[in-house]
């Protein structure tokens, strides 16, 4: 019966290794061939052979597991547009919105560019700059590609850091990723932040040059394991090789040759990126850069409403710790009566533009109770807090304070939970009816964890007894 291997590449790894253990057992008993054995280059061969074998069908398959096109590109603009629009509506004089709609118009215009932009990044010296000079022959009959090399990573010396390079990096369509041996864990997380942003890339290995032919092999193998995506072997500057000439004479000559740069697989895919994919690169990017655009501007919108929120929040915080205050009531129940309030819900959903009715407010503070009475919030911040009452004897037996605090704890972070929630939804969707329970959920521990620090919880106490006790009681409760 044949069995057909499923696993060529873990098959082939294993077999070359099998022959570089042979070549290394029986190193001293085989007939050299150069300054490498026949078994060597038998071994070598079945490896390129097999990375060969397992080189993707296309040097194309990222971008054919991108599905993008012209109106795709025109729908990203539009919704950043959208947020851009709804943050002029929400704060006219906004400082960024000149420079967001500038950002829009020259998005518009990036839809019939021509030109394409290769980044050519990686660490200090692995060739970068000379890379570019020998294309710079082939680039010639490619007069839409510009190449930008960018700053080195994984140094500290410079102005940019790894996060400046990896920006400059995303406004490139192509990326050619250099390397001159198997991969750091600095290099392989990089890569993993480009391809997570969807840009087409080619790890070159370059400098291949400076290693034994079964050593290529292997950095080779390893590589394709590693990022499963297009590896190409090059070498831009090859070290010159010694030449030896034996006259008739006897006599001998000696003299360095200067080998051509060995880039024929990087141009070969290269070329047919560009020859099938010009455009759609130029669609990837600029689909990448609308959306990037749209964050942006969801981020000014988001600050312009948390700064309209916040007062909302401290009026509600403070009005349900009187409430609480005036009424003490068991700890659990603090939730049923003060802590959320529907109104709170209604006026922020309001500047979210997240309506609510009335009754779907109240569902939504009831739900949110609900919320955190089993995740045990409610009694671990009555907890925390009473803890630091006790550091005071008068404010801690007066009655309800604990109560009182508690409640405007639990309704402040109620309303910094429901503005984290909101903050997630897409702008302008009427969507405040069908709450999310598990992000909710999320969201609400988040957010407690955040306000559990013991520093805030001190200030936050010395408020609440400042509002709820008479001048003429109030005492430090903090040291």
């Known amino acids: 019966m044949v069995v057909k291997l499923q696993r060529p590449i873990l098959v082939g790894g294993l077999g070359l290794s099998f022959f570089l253990w042979m070549l290394e057992s029986w190193h001293h008993s085989i007939v050299q061939v150069g300054e490498f054995s026949l078994l060597s280059t038998l071994a070598v061969g079945g490896g390129l052979w097999l990375l060969q074998q397992n080189r993707p069908k296309s040097s194309l398959k990222q971008l054919d597991n991108m599905h993008v096109d012209r109106s795709t590109v025109e729908s990203a603009i539009a919704k950043a547009e959208a947020v851009i629009n709804q943050l002029a509506q929400e704060a006219e004089k906004h400082t960024a919105l000149e420079t967001l709609r500038e950002q829009v118009a020259q998005l518009l215009l990036e839809l019939d560019r021509q030109e394409i932009k290769l980044a050519v990044t990686g660490g200090k010296s692995v060739g970068k700059s000379t890379l570019i000079q020998v294309l710079s022959n082939w680039q010639e009959n490619q007069p839409r590609v510009k190449f930008q090399e ?54 070159v290995f370059n ?183 006790k550091s005071n004897a008068v404010t801690f037996v007066a009655g309800g304070v604990v109560q009182g605090v508690s409640a405007a704890y639990l309704t402040r972070v109620a309303g910094l939970s429901l503005i984290e929630y909101f903050q997630q939804q897409e702008v302008a969707i009427d969507s405040g009816n069908t709450l999310n329970l598990d992000k909710l959920r999320q969201t609400l521990q988040k957010v407690f964890q955040q306000n559990q620090q013991m520093a805030f919880l001190q200030g936050f106490v010395k408020q609440g007894v400042k509002r709820l006790l008479p001048e003429a009681q109030q005492t430090e409760v903090v040291a």
């Open 150 to 203: 960018t700053a080195s990573l994984f140094t500290e010396v410079g102005d940019k850091s790894d996060a400046d390079v990896l920006a400059e990096v995303a406004k490139s369509d192509f990326v050619l990723f250099l390397t001159n041996g198997d991969l750091t864990d600095s290099e392989f997380q990089s890569l993993q932040q480009i391809k997570a942003a969807n840009q087409p890339i080619i790890l």
């Open 207 to 389: 400098k291949q040059d400076q290693y034994f032919v079964d050593e290529r092999a292997s950095i080779l193998l390893s590589l394709k394991q590693r990022i499963q995506e297009n590896v190409v072997a090059t070498a831009a500057s090859p070290i010159p090789i010694k030449v030896r000439k034996h006259e008739v004479d006897g006599s001998m000559q000696e003299w360095l040759e200067q080998p051509a740069p060995d880039i024929q697989q990087l141009t070969q895919q290269l070329g047919e990126v560009l020859a099938q994919q010009g455009q759609r690169l130029v669609w990837v990017t600029t689909t990448r850069k609308a959306r990037l655009l749209k964050a942006e501007a969801k981020s000014w919108l988001n600050g312009t409403r948390r700064d309209r929120a916040t007062p909302v929040i401290e009026q509600y915080q403070w009005i349900a710790a009187a409430a609480a205050f005036a009424n003490p009531v068991p700890a659990l129940d603090i939730l049923a009566t003060a802590a959320i309030n529907a109104q709170m819900v209604m006026d922020l959903g309001n500047i979210y533009q997240q309506k609510f009715s009335l009754e779907q407010a109240q569902t939504v503070a009831g739900t949110m109770g609900s919320l955190m009475l089993k995740l045990g919030l409610v009694e671990l911040s009555t907890k925390a807090i009473g803890t630091v009452l």
